[in-house]
């Protein structure tokens, strides 16, 4: 059983930057392949970015490509999504997902607000 807990959500401007957090419990955090993904009112959820459970292999959606990284610290038990250059349609709750063969667990999401 993996435990997600996100933060560093919130109200940014245009052009800003903020850090994304999600702080796994369970001793087995580094087994599992991690992910972002996110939700805007009236869609569905979508793919942000992923990284695999060493950290050596990244792959984002094409929308954040050049603006957002993801990375993870398996000594501190925590994956995190550096997002800058914010733009308006990254509005969204973001959701922390971690994935290991039939394991799929999710956190229970941030939210990010970028103003224009």
């Known amino acids: 059983q993996v435990q997600l807990v996100e933060s560093g959500g919130g109200l940014v401007q245009a052009g800003g930057s903020l850090r994304l957090s999600c702080a796994a419990s369970?001793?087995?955090?580094?087994?599992?392949?991690m992910g972002w993904f996110r939700q805007a009112p009236g869609n569905e959820r979508e793919f942000v970015a992923s990284?695999?459970?060493?950290?050596?292999?990244?792959t984002y959606a094409d929308s954040v490509k050049g603006r957002f990284t993801i990375s993870r610290d398996n000594a501190k038990n925590t994956l995190y999504l550096q997002m800058n250059s914010l733009l308006p349609e990254d509005t969204a709750v973001y959701y922390c997902?971690?994935?290991?063969?039939?394991?799929?667990?999710w956190g229970q999401g941030t939210q990010v607000t970028v103003s224009s």
């Open positions: 997902n971690a994935q290991r063969r039939a394991d799929d667990y």
């Open positions: 990284i695999s459970s060493s950290g050596a292999s990244t």
């Open positions: 369970g001793r087995t955090f580094s087994r599992y392949g």
